[in-house]
């Protein structure tokens, strides 16, 4: 069983950097592809942002391309989002998800990934 748990939201300024953190348990390794995805009010949720298991393979949503940057300790079984130059259009509830099942690569789709966190808050506002 796998616990994902988010940390690093909060209340920014646009234009503001914030930098979300995943924390993986439950296994020995982090042998696991995990996924950036974010929900804000009235909206469906949405890809952000995916790195594979050894961190060789990336994916951005054209929304944060540019500005988001994913990187992961296997060491520290941390997967982290780097997040610049916030504007309004990014508050939303982010999660991370792990997908635990071959082949641990890059996913978009919500549906690859068997665990999830709780979410933290990211609301940019002037």
């Known amino acids: 069983q796998v616990q994902l748990v988010e940390s690093g939201g909060g209340l920014v300024k646009p234009g503001d950097s914030l930098r979300l953190s995943c924390a993986i348990s439950?296994?020995?390794?982090?042998?696991?592809?995990v996924g950036w995805f974010r929900q804000a009010p009235g909206k469906a949720r949405e890809s952000v942002a995916a790195?594979?298991?050894?961190?060789?393979?990336?994916y951005y949503a054209d929304s944060v391309k540019g500005r988001f940057t994913i990187s992961r300790d296997n060491a520290k079984k941390t997967v982290t989002l780097q997040m610049d130059s916030l504007t309004t259009e990014d508050t939303a509830v982010y999660s991370c998800?792990?997908?635990?099942?071959?082949?641990?690569?890059?996913?978009?789709?919500?549906?690859?990934?068997?665990?999830w966190g709780q979410g933290t808050q990211v609301t940019v506002s002037s």
């Open positions: 790195i594979n298991n050894d961190a060789r393979h990336k």
């Open positions: 998800a792990a997908r635990t099942l071959y082949p641990v690569g890059v996913y978009s789709r919500a549906e690859a990934y068997d665990y």
């Open positions: 439950g296994r020995a390794d982090a042998n696991v592809a």
